[in-house]
């Protein structure tokens, strides 16, 4: 028996929908050589992350184990996908492969952060294979929303992996490769040991529908209305964004690009020869010039993000346009769980105006880019993997996912985070856990989740703070009265007097009372206080507020 393994090792991803970072390696157990897919990243949100940029799956695991990488493939150019590779470069410094359009965006991002641009190798796809240590990688083109999007076909000693990435079945697709049943097929000819797949529409019983037929109905649409329209969609999916320009030209409207990744994707797309025959666009500044019925904006923003520029025409002027009764907003988009509420918003504050808000509800203007159940199926019924992995889900996707291949006779496994599956033999068994977890771009740096940043964040925006200072002079004794500063916290209590002032003279009684030896040491003055303040706004307005206490000595 062969002392060597193959293994499988999510760090983000499974047991969640974005972040992905996958592992795989072949070798000695904890000598493996490595390759990764995909480093992905995550959103925050107001209730769980507030200020944070952006969330990345924690690596240390990998950096640890940095000289066993051999490369890091990139399946497609989805933020959730590629979003962390500038992050994550500094501390891998692995290659890294991808097809030429994900290639485009990710050396894009690489130099918002100045990477090298040869740090990342445009990949040619399937037959080409690229040979990563124990590895041969092929990317394999595959249906998604994004124009050449890849499954990865991985061999190894072992056997040989299909690492679906993100996918549909998609014979229409307008912008990238139609989904290829007869190559798939003749790829899993000799034998799949592990098909690894998409779970996003697990629970979607009825097939997908195709990017191709979304035309008319846009068409239509946009024919029909009388003022200016303004539609959103996710601006990597450039398929739909074409669609929906030749609607409004064929509607005798000019073209605005609104938004940095709406016009970064176009400009990709156009760049790298993935679609051709865009129609013409001109600036904001054109478009004032032009009458409203006469103009169709395409425009960032279709999950209510604050700073894209549909919420900012929903606040009101953006580049000098702005919305008026009459005119019609289209969401050609599905609003991801989570999402709903800055969704709402902007489409209470376009009604306010007058504007005619259209989403799709009725199913007409949006097709999803992933593969539904009798799709997931398709594909399972053509690789007819020994083992199924389901992957880029949460954990009811992974379950139900590992229902429908036990169904079939392969055996399912649920692998979460940090939960190591050895795929060697015919058998698969959990190796180990590894510890995972994320970490946030915070600004300009990255912070742990369980750094405390955050959390405090998060105390202060529930709780208030305040600022107590007090001043000891060189005899150890207080000179004057302690100081307070509130934020976020209302400024009179119960008592009907400042919540200030209340509590500087309740700290003024404590303090009066210290013995010598809590006004000699910094920790029981600190703690002593910030007791003294918290539970004195606790009295007043039923809070307890995050106390910061500054003890200056007069030495």
Known sequence: MSSERLIYLPLGGAGEIGMNAYVY??????????????LGVAFPDMDTSPGVDLIIADIAWLEKRRKQIEAIFVTHAHEDHVGAVAHTYDRLRA???????????????????????????????????????????????????????????????AGRIVHSGDF????????????????????????????????????????????????????????SAKGMVVATTFASNVARVKTLAQAGERAGRSIVLLGRAMKRMVDASLETG??????????????????????????????????????????????????????MFLFSSKTIPGNERGVIKVMNSF????????????????VSGHANRPDLETLHDIIKPQILIPMHGEHRHLREHVKIADAKGIAGVLAVNGMMIDLSGNAP???????????YLDGS?????????VRDRIRMALNGHMTVTVIIDDSDEPLGDPWVDAMGLPEMGTSKSPLVDVVEADL????????????????????????????????????????????????
């Open 429 to 439: 068994k959990i190796a180990e856990y590894i510890e995972t977890g994320r970490t």
């Open 274 to 327: 993935v679609m051709k025959d865009f129609p013409p666009t001109i600036s904001p500044e054109q478009a004032r010039g032009i009458p409203r019925e006469n103009v169709m904006l395409l425009v960032t923003g279709s999950q209510g993000e604050r700073r894209a520029a549909s919420a900012q025409l929903a606040r009101g002027k953006y580049m000098g346009l702005e919305m008026k009764e009459g005119d």
């Open 168 to 223: 549909k079945v998609d014979v229409t697709p307008g912008v990238g490769e139609a989904f290829d049943a007869a190559a798939f097929a003749e790829i899993a000819k000799d034998g799949v040991k592990a098909l690894v797949c998409d779970s996003t529409n697990v629970f979607s019983p009825e097939p997908g529908r195709s990017e191709g037929t979304l035309g008319p109905a846009i068409e239509e649409l946009v024919s």
């Open 25 to 38: 390696g072949y070798g000695k157990p904890g000598k493996e050589r490595l390759i990764v897919v995909d």
């Open 508 to 555: 003024a009684q404590w303090l009066g009372r210290a013995s010598p030896k809590t006004l000699r040491d910094d920790k029981l003055l600190d703690d002593g206080l910030r007791k003294i303040a918290r539970q004195s706004s606790n009295n007043e307005i039923g809070k307890k507020p995050e106390v910061t206490v500054v003890v200056s000595r007069l030495s």
């Open 95 to 157: 290659p890294i492969y991808a097809r030429n359009f994900t290639a485009n965006i990710a050396r894009r991002k690489m130099s918002e952060y100045k990477h090298p641009d040869d740090a990342i190798t445009t990949a040619q796809v399937w037959p080409a294979q690229i040979t990563a240590g124990p590895f041969t990688v092929g990317f394999m083109p595959i249906s998604h929303s994004i124009p050449e999007s890849s499954a990865l076909i991985i061999d190894s000693p």
């Open 351 to 366: 009604s306010e105006m007058g504007v005619d808000v259209v989403d799709d509800s009725n199913g007409k203007y949006h």
């Open 445 to 453: 740096v990255q912070v742990g989740a369980l750094d405390g940043v």
